[in-house]
């Protein structure tokens, strides 16, 4: 038997709202993609928010690394 567990979570994040040009969020989805164990990545430019699938624990700093290198800060709810 085989048992995988995903993860989603959500960051609010600025620079990327509903006038975020298609380029800037693709970088955004390469930079996070990249990260090991982010399966999948969905951007919500009108609510400013990025949702990532993991398949198993990623560490936090990654993620907020990646959405640096990215252009994005991450913010606090």
């Known amino acids: 038997m085989i048992t995988v567990a995903y993860s ?3 960051y609010q994040v600025s620079e990327i709202s509903s006038e975020t040009c298609a380029h800037c969020l693709d970088s955004i989805r390469v930079e996070l993609i990249q990260v090991p ?3 999948g990545v969905e951007l919500t430019p009108e609510t400013g928010r990025v949702s990532i699938l993991t398949d198993g624990p990623v560490p936090e ?3 907020i690394d990646a959405l640096e290198a ?3 800060e991450v913010r606090g709810d």
């Open 37 to 39: 164990g982010i399966v």
């Open 8 to 10: 989603l979570v959500s």
């Open 70 to 72: 990215a252009g994005c």
């Open 61 to 63: 700093r990654l993620v």
